[in-house]
Structure formats: C-alpha cells, structure tokens
C-alpha cells in the first residue's frame, strides 16, 4: 500500500465541519495522556517540552477554550 495526501477540498468534497491545529492537537495528546487532569500551566510545561520551547498560559488559553466549546476536552468539575 502506497499512502499519499488528499486534499479533499480541491476535490469539491466539503471538508468536515471541524478543524484542529497541531497546537490543539498538541493540547489533547497532553491531556490525554496526563496521569490527572492537568490545568493550563502543567499543559503549558508539557507542550513546551515537546516543542523545545516557552508556552505561556495566555497563548494556550484561547485554544483550550476553543477545545471546551468544541467538546474535543472537557473541564474536571471534580476538585
């Protein structure tokens, strides 16, 4: 089996009705795979490792948001 990329918009297919950017996906990898739900800072600490760099928790706020309206995560109501 070869794989190849498909870019099924030129192709006049709709696109599904989400997106998700790699700092998003970077998010939910963190999440899902923290031993305990993780607040922004502990994300923050993760991704940055992963990206070899500084995620402060301002920038990663608006897309975790966007995660929360998305229901891709969910907050622990639990404390």
């Not at 990329?5 to 996906?25: H, I, K, Q």
């Not at 500084?54 to 995660?67: D, F, G, K, Q």
């Amino acid at each position: 089996m070869t794989a190849a990329a498909n870019d099924l918009r030129s192709a006049g297919t709709p696109a599904c009705d989400w997106t998700m950017t790699v700092f998003e996906l970077a998010i939910f990898m963190s999440v899902f795979r923290a031993r305990h739900p993780p607040g922004v800072e502990e994300i923050c600490q993760v991704i940055g490792t992963w990206f070899e760099c500084v995620v402060h928790p301002p920038v990663a706020s608006a897309p975790i948001e966007n995660m929360l309206a998305n229901r891709w995560v969910s907050e622990d109501k639990i404390a």
